[in-house]
């Protein structure tokens, strides 16, 4: 091991950008830190911020997902640290369709990485996307800017490209939140041809939109293969997106949701527009992906 400590800055994420479903990606500049120190033995793992004040779905022992992140890491390369010292500070809301668990399953892969002292490599997207079965959310996460990704003979796979600089993506939290799994469970196993042909049109078409063209983003946006069937899930959202849409917003749901994405060229939503029980930022899109440095 080349050092004993080291800090791992992540971004968060979001994902699908309307039909590019479990294909398409975004970091933005929201980020969660990761100290890691090496002890003697053990494991402490402290939690501030997003993920602190006793929420049940963030555990304290080797359950936390960044600590098997860096166990699976660990294991890859050959490297067994004798005890481990953890502070997590989570600024990305869990469970809003921000790519929360995709980051923190990243830092660990790249804190395992520095263990090591191994530089990140394709197999580092691969570790980190079996944690949830698709690599959008990792992708964006590890390399930063907009991620195409796939899988093929089960290996994940993402290139990253750099966005238009004029794209200015707004976000709108609303206070609930939204299990990825459940949202998952209202969708079909099969969709009409005409469906999936649109969105395959519409998903493509967005790479043009986010990368040169930004004046197509309301209709790359356009999808009629996952929102409507999670609809009921988060209603408000859903009608929130519908309004920005219909004023000519390319307004999306955030991954699993309930966060509303808007792609703008402002940096804003039109000021009139009724956001209660939102809170709306601006985020700038995260270029630099997961960043290590020594302590």
Known sequence: MTSTGFRATVPGSTANLGPGFDALGLALARHDVVELQ?????????????????????????????????????????????GLHLRCFNNIPHARGLGSSAAAVVS?????????????????????????????????????????AWCEDGRFHAE???PAPSIRPVVAVPAVKS?????????????PHPDAAHSAGRAALSVLAMTARPELLLAATEDRLHQDYRASAYPASTELVRTLRARGI?????????????LTTTGELPPDTDVTGFDVAELGVDLAGVQVAAL
């Open 38 to 82: 090496v002890t003697d033995e053990g494991l402490k793992v402290e939690v501030f911020d997003a993920g602190a004040g006793g929420i049940a779905d963030v555990p304290t022992d080797e359950t936390h997902l960044v600590v098997r992140a860096i166990r699976r890491a660990c294991a890859h390369l050959g490297v067994r640290p004798p």
């Open 108 to 148: 660990g892969v790249a804190l395992g990485y520095a263990l090591a002292g191994a530089p990140l490599d394709d197999e580092a997207l691969q570790l980190a996307a079996e944690f949830e079965g698709h690599a959008d959310n990792a992708a964006a996460s590890l390399l930063g800017g907009l991620v195409v």
């Open 160 to 162: 990253r490209v750099t």
């Open 179 to 191: 299990s990825t799994d459940a949202t998952r469970g209202l969708l079909p196993a099969q969709v």
């Open 250 to 262: 390319a307004a999306t749901i955030s991954g699993a949701g309930p966060t509303v994405l808007a």
